[in-house]
DNA sequence: GTATTTTTGGAACGAGCGTTCTAGCATCCG
DNA sequence: CGGATGCTAGAACGCTCGTTCCAAAAATAC
């Protein structure tokens, strides 16, 4: 007496309304956009997902687990941690330049961070394990000494996410490579330059 | 015959609304939000400003401006090319310890900036300019000697804008001193660290 | 078969929004 | 004074949206 089974993938369903929000944002993101995307009714969805803050929430969290993971198997991958961070560099170089929707979660942040408690948890504890393995890795590399000693891991953790979370902002606008690769260049010069013994 | 005049002064009445726009967005900001900001009524709200999409264009224009008169007076002061970009940080840090809404131009950059082209190209366009005044104000540091060669003046001004823009969209979930600090500390390190000559 | 569940889609509700219209009152100029 | 303009406030329009209700069809388990 089970009845008629679910004829979708719940998580391919949370999968296209990812994309939804992530292009549109919460507001903008209407429920016919939703259910034509995930190919489902609107029943359906009120049914699987709750409401359409819920399946928000849902898909805000699906977004920021699979930014730490991903940021975790690079960090934790064979190589120097240096090595590691460039290519944390360069995956976040081909989405600066592919995508056009910048981070999810900062774009969360400015919409409805004021307003949705929930939404904003979610974005600031991402942000700060986010930061937390940035510091952990530059950590690991201060100790092998590839490591600039201009500033703290943590300090360098922060000024890494920061400019990320920055240029995600920017990217809206359609970005260059040559914008891109100046702030990553930079970026990759300091963590590795040694200052000059003397002044 | 010219009748009543207006009670209300058209900048102040701007300004006001420009505060609503700023804390809550252009979405969230109601007609009744911004009446009552900018104390007057609907009908003289239409009849002097257009609509709530004119008058956020107006108001995001306004603060676009400020921002870019604020940092040419900050870098054309008295003083050292360096000494000025220290007292752009103070600045900055001050905004980011106090203001809890963040850079507008950031907000609205992911608000509206994938919908609305005339909001999207004033922010882009101040955004640019912002990086054009570093990028020339860096140019004349290096050329007195203060600034490191690890990078170019346009590529540090594009990382400088880049971890503000970051940290206007952290400021959001309250920043503390600390957090700001690391990152204007590192930046500061790495903009004056002379690179060690030999390996 | 029956019972149960999911599907789809139409219809409607209720709320909030931006906007306009209207009417009445206030203030200025000539 | 009269004419013109600005202010206020209420009412209404039209639109979009999220959400719920409902009914009929389809697919499973017993």
């Known amino acids: 007496m089970r009845g008629r089974p679910r004829e979708f993938d719940r998580d391919e369903a949370l999968d296209r309304a990812l994309d939804v929000f992530w292009d549109?944002?919460?507001?903008?993101?209407?429920?016919?956009?939703?259910?034509?995307?995930?190919?489902?009714?609107?029943?359906?969805?009120?049914?699987t997902f709750g409401d359409k803050h819920s399946l928000y929430l849902e898909a805000l969290r699906r977004y920021a687990e699979r930014r730490l993971v991903q940021?975790?198997?690079?960090?934790?991958?064979?190589?120097?941690?240096?090595?590691?961070?460039?290519?944390?560099?360069?995956?976040?170089?081909?989405?600066?330049?592919?995508?056009?929707?910048?981070?999810?979660?900062?774009?969360?942040?400015?919409?409805?961070?004021?307003v949705d408690e929930a939404?904003?948890?979610?974005?600031?504890?991402?942000?700060?394990?986010?930061?937390?393995?940035?510091?952990?890795?530059?950590?690991?590399?201060?100790?092998?000494?590839?490591?600039?000693?201009l500033a703290s891991p943590r300090a360098l953790a922060r000024l890494i996410v920061d400019a990320a979370n920055g240029m995600s902002a920017r990217s809206r606008m359609g970005l260059s490579a040559d914008e891109?690769?100046?702030?990553?260049?930079?970026?990759?010069?300091?963590l590795t330059v040694k200052a000059r013994p003397a002044a």
């Open 180 to 190: 891109v690769d100046d702030v990553l260049g930079a970026l990759d010069a300091m």
């Open 24 to 47: 549109k944002g919460y507001g903008a993101a209407a429920i016919g956009d939703l259910t034509r995307a995930m190919g489902i009714g609107r029943q359906s969805l009120y049914d």
């Open 71 to 114: 940021a975790r198997e690079t960090f934790e991958a064979e190589g120097t941690p240096l090595e590691n961070l460039r290519v944390f560099f360069a995956e976040w170089r081909e989405e600066a330049l592919d995508g056009t929707c910048g981070c999810m979660m900062v774009n969360s942040s400015t919409e409805v961070g004021a």
């Open 119 to 149: 939404a904003a948890r979610i974005v600031e504890n991402t942000m700060r394990r986010l930061e937390d393995l940035l510091a952990e890795l530059l950590e690991r590399a201060r100790t092998a000494g590839e490591l600039t000693d």
